[in-house]
């Protein structure tokens, strides 16, 4: 039962590009979306959130849509860079849990 | 920037034997919990614990597990009798407040049954 989906496992954009990671959900009572960044053998890191009631989120280069009707999510990186490679993981919260997406690996080509 | 902590970073066993994992949640943060995530799959929820209980627990979490705060300071995860599927990386995390918002996570502990 995959309530958060990330249905590309992997990504390339050539570096200076955007960069846009999707996710899916099917459970409407989400009350908080949220994006982690794992590099390999760290835990994830907390990227960026947004609150259901919102539909954008930026904090520099990162930029979270949400589109309720849709039940869909994403992560946009403006002029990515080799160090933004990694898995990212798109999460909801529900209460105090969160859910996580299986995880997109980004690569960013040089 | 505060941290959560955990060790060991790698532990191998044996199957059967028990293993704790350790963490060290931020001093201020109410909220514990415990994620894992099998090589390959997406990680998972465990448990988390409250005010000195569990407050959820996933159908993973069955009777191999425990989990304890014993001194205000550790909150550690016991796993008996220990399965090769239970080999994965196993994640602590920590939450001042009661929403998902704000989890910090451990850099986590690679468990490697044989």
């Known amino acids: 039962d995959q309530q958060v989906k990330q249905n590309s496992p992997s990504l390339s954009v050539q570096e200076g590009r955007i960069s846009i990671l999707n996710c899916d959900y099917t459970?409407?009572?989400?009350?908080?979306f949220l994006w982690y960044k794992k590099y390999p053998a760290e835990g994830p890191t907390f990227l960026i959130s947004?609150?259901?009631?919102?539909d954008k989120n930026e904090d520099g280069r990162f930029t979270v849509f949400l589109n309720k009707s849709a039940k869909h999510l994403s992560l946009h990186i403006v002029s990515s860079q080799p160090g933004d490679s990694a898995v990212y993981f798109c999460?909801?919260?529900?209460?105090?849990?969160?859910?996580f997406g299986k995880g997109t690996r980004l690569h960013i080509l040089p | 920037e505060p941290e959560v902590t955990q060790t060991p970073s790698h532990q191998v066993t044996q199957m059967g034997q028990e293993v704790i994992l350790r963490c060290v949640p931020i001093?201020?943060?109410?909220?514990f919990y415990w994620y894992r995530q099998i090589l390959g799959q997406k990680v998972e929820f465990l448990v988390s614990?409250?005010?000195?209980?569990?407050?959820?627990k996933s159908e993973i979490f069955d009777d191999q597990f425990s989990v304890e705060r014993p001194d205000g300071s550790n909150f550690t995860l016991k796993i008996r009798s220990t399965k090769l599927e239970d080999s994965a990386m196993y994640f602590c995390?920590?939450?001042?407040?009661?929403?998902?918002?704000?989890?910090?996570f451990g850099s986590g502990t690679r468990l490697t049954v044989v």
């Open positions: 999460a909801a919260s529900e209460g105090d849990k969160i859910i």
């Open positions: 614990f409250y005010n000195n209980e569990i407050s959820e």
């Open positions: 001093s201020n943060h109410l909220y």
């Open positions: 995390a920590s939450l001042r407040g009661g929403s998902g918002y704000g989890y910090t």
């Open positions: 947004i609150s259901s009631i919102k």
């Open positions: 459970n409407s009572m989400f009350d908080y």
